[in-house]
């Protein structure tokens, strides 16, 4: 069988001999006989083109890597709910803050683009990255220079969370979304949550990139989400996690 390169060379060598009007001839390369029958010159260079680009989507697909692991199933509904991980707070969450006997020390506040906030008696405090229960801890301590032992509650009213608090879906959806994660969040909460895939997508191509705490590292699951969504596969559905990106690739054909 002729190589792509012998290919090219054997029907270089004909177009040479027979110009524009060629219809047909017989070339010999190694002792091999290969009959090439061509109405024109240009049907001959469409067949080059086709040739070669069919040999190199070939070699695309063969060389792929294996098959990403998959996640354990998780129910629709789950068993017995729980609480996810605490609150991070975030640029822009809105936070109600108390301080026992002492109203005029609290009040409504929001989290600067920059994650601090300020309050009376209290000027550019971080916020961003700490829990309510941090921060309030974090109130207690400077209030503690002015009032004696005093009582501090903070409460979020309105969540905008930060990127590790959220479940990304980009790619082949009908609306790529930042979806602020909730407790027990499945792969099937997010699809609903972007309207489902795009009529491109590749579904059960798609990939979970997740990032692995104790390691450090970035780790990348496969999703079946074609047949989750369009075949109602229940095994197809896995549990979320707070800051999973999940990416959906395009069909090629």
């Given amino acids: 069988m002729f190589t792509l390169f012998e290919q090219w060379l054997t029907l270089t060598q004909w177009l040479s001999s027979q110009g524009s009007g060629a219809r047909g001839t017989v070339v010999r390369s190694k002792g091999d006989m290969m009959m090439t029958s061509f109405p024109s010159l240009r049907a001959a260079k469409a067949a080059l083109v086709s040739g070669i680009a069919a040999t190199a989507l070939t070699g695309c697909i063969g060389t792929g890597g294996g098959p990403a692991p998959q996640l354990p199933s998780a129910n629709f509904v789950a068993n017995q709910e729980g609480p996810g991980e605490e609150y991070i707070i975030g640029p822009l969450d809105e936070l ?37 229960t941090m921060l309030q801890q974090d109130i207690k301590l400077q209030l503690s220079q ?16 930060t990127f590790s608090q959220q479940v990304r879906v980009v ?6 979304a930042s979806i602020p994660f909730r407790a027990n969040m499945t792969v099937l909460d997010a699809m609903i949550a972007v309207g489902g895939l795009g009529e491109y997508a ?16 970035q780790q ?3 999703l079946r989400l074609n047949d989750l969504i369009k075949r109602g596969d229940i095994k197809a559905n896995v549990r979320l996690q707070p800051g999973d990106v999940i990416i959906i690739p395009e069909s090629m054909f």
């Fill in 96 to 132: 109600q803050i108390f301080v026992w006997r002492n109203p005029e020390l609290g009040g409504k506040v929001q989290v600067r683009p920059d994650g601090r906030i300020t309050t009376p008696l209290i000027t550019d405090m971080p916020a961003v990255g700490k829990t309510p």
């Fill in 146 to 161: 002015y009032i004696n032992d005093p009582i501090v509650s903070v409460i979020v009213t309105s969540f905008n969370s």
């Fill in 171 to 176: 790619g082949a959806t009908e609306k790529p």
């Fill in 202 to 217: 590749a579904g059960n191509k798609a990939r979970l990139v997740r990032y692995d705490k104790g390691t450090g590292k």
């Fill in 220 to 222: 990348e699951f496969g």
